[in-house]
């Protein structure tokens, strides 16, 4: 199935959370629906708030989760490290990504908050080192713009 990835990577502290509920409105996680800055029918989202390896999710779950939902893409929030406890089982946001492409899911945009990105490199990442500093409207916006959502 294919499935759009919207992710949010960024370190603890970094308001990734906030910008996800900024974005849809949910408090955990939830379907929305999501209008793009180009026109056509709204786009169904699934969104996680907080870091999935905070939540002890390991890819392959968070795959299965998400495919069950009715969803055409998801907002996804990551660490860009490993989780300390639990390496193998919860690994860097890069592991994630590769695992969702993997399992036939296109990544389309990566918002950094903060300044450690991990060692992700893609054309579709933009980095947002103010993000911890600056209201989290301005970031939300500006996440927004980045992904092409209204």
């Known amino acids: ?39 056509g029918p709204a786009l169904k989202v699934y969104a996680r708030a907080g870091a ?15 495919s069950a939902r009715r969803c055409e893409a998801v907002l996804v929030c ?11 089982e919860l690994p860097d946001a890069h592991t994630y990504l590769e695992q969702f492409r993997d399992a036939g899911w ?7 908050l903060g300044q450690n990105a991990g060692d992700l490199r893609s054309p579709a ?10 209201p989290i409207n301005v970031t939300a916006q500006a996440v927004r713009a980045h992904f092409g959502w209204r």
């Open 106 to 112: 296109l990544v389309k945009s990566i918002a950094v």
């Open 52 to 66: 999935l390896q905070e939540a002890r999710t390991p890819p392959d779950a968070f795959v299965a989760e998400a």
């Open 1 to 39: 199935m294919t499935m759009d990835v919207y992710a949010i990577v960024g370190n603890p502290h970094t308001r990734k959370a906030s910008v996800v509920r900024s974005l849809t409105g949910c408090f955990n996680r939830s379907l929305r629906d999501i209008e793009l800055v180009s026109g």
């Open 78 to 88: 990551l660490s860009p490290s490993a989780s300390l406890l639990h390496p193998a």
């Open 125 to 134: 990442l933009r980095q947002f080192p103010y993000a911890p500093t600056v």
